[in-house]
């Protein structure tokens, strides 16, 4: 069964830095085709694609906001981070991040929980 | 970017009725296509991928069609348990999803 869960802050400042961790397990970000994705959802509003990385290292950004995000892995803790530098009230959401894996469905079938982060002075 | 747009934005039908929701894609994303369904509070749930298949454990009342830039969604028989939002997403160059489309009870 595959499980992941998001955590850090639920508040922080304009202009400060968010670093997001989601934490999985019942896979292995060493396996070939598997992924990790930051998906974000503004209350009320659609959801967002932000990052994604794959087993093999290969990131894929956002264009719109490739400036901002840097995503890594640390297989041997099975987490995955986020950071978002610059933050601003717009970037208010609940943060979710996914599974995927493209040799089979490609879908992003599991998700964590999701985390709302506020941003805020 | 490709972008994804979705119509109607909410729909409103009975227990029992065939609903049909549509996704366009500003440029063709040949079948990499995919429908979620998202409750309140609640993270996404994957429901079709490749247009058409759907997941482990999707009830068969759902259904996904289309092509290139125009797909559907259709849910047969609508189920106390569909009221919901759902998403379309496409996966041909990187990932975008539509704005939604609210299911509700009328």
């Known amino acids: 069964q595959i499980t992941l869960k998001e955590s850090g802050p639920t508040v922080v400042k304009p202009t400060q830095t968010l670093t997001l961790t989601c934490t999985f397990s019942?896979?292995?970000?060493?396996?070939?085709?598997?992924?990790v994705a930051w998906i974000r959802q503004p209350p009320g509003k659609a959801l967002e694609w932000l990052a994604l990385?794959?087993?093999?290292?290969?990131?894929r950004y956002s264009p719109s906001l490739k400036s901002r995000l840097t995503i890594t892995k640390d297989t041997s803790k099975d987490q995955v981070v986020l950071t978002m530098t610059n933050m601003n009230p717009a970037d208010t959401s609940t943060y979710y991040c996914?599974?995927?894996?493209?040799?089979?469905?490609?879908?992003?079938?599991?998700w964590g929980q999701g985390i709302l982060v506020t941003v805020s002075s | 970017d490709i972008q994804m747009t979705q119509s109607p934005s909410t729909l409103s039908a009975y227990v029992g009725d065939r609903v049909t929701i549509s996704c366009r894609a500003s440029?063709?994303?040949?079948?990499?296509l995919a429908w979620y369904q998202q409750k309140p509070g609640k993270a996404p749930k994957a429901l079709i991928y490749?247009?058409?298949i759907l997941e482990e454990g999707v009830p068969s009342r759902f259904s996904g069609s289309g092509s290139g830039t125009e797909f559907t969604l259709t849910i047969s028989g609508l189920q106390p348990d569909d009221f919901a939002t759902y998403y379309c997403?496409?996966?041909?160059?990187?990932?975008?999803f539509g704005q939604g489309t609210k299911v509700e009870i009328k």
């Open positions: 019942g896979f292995s970000l060493s396996t070939p085709g598997v992924g």
């Open positions: 996914a599974h995927r894996n493209k040799m089979t469905t490609a879908l992003f079938d599991s």
């Open positions: 990385i794959y087993w093999d290292d290969d990131k």
């Open positions: 490749k247009t058409s």
């Open positions: 440029q063709s994303v040949f079948t990499w």
């Open positions: 997403q496409q996966y041909s160059s990187f990932w975008t």
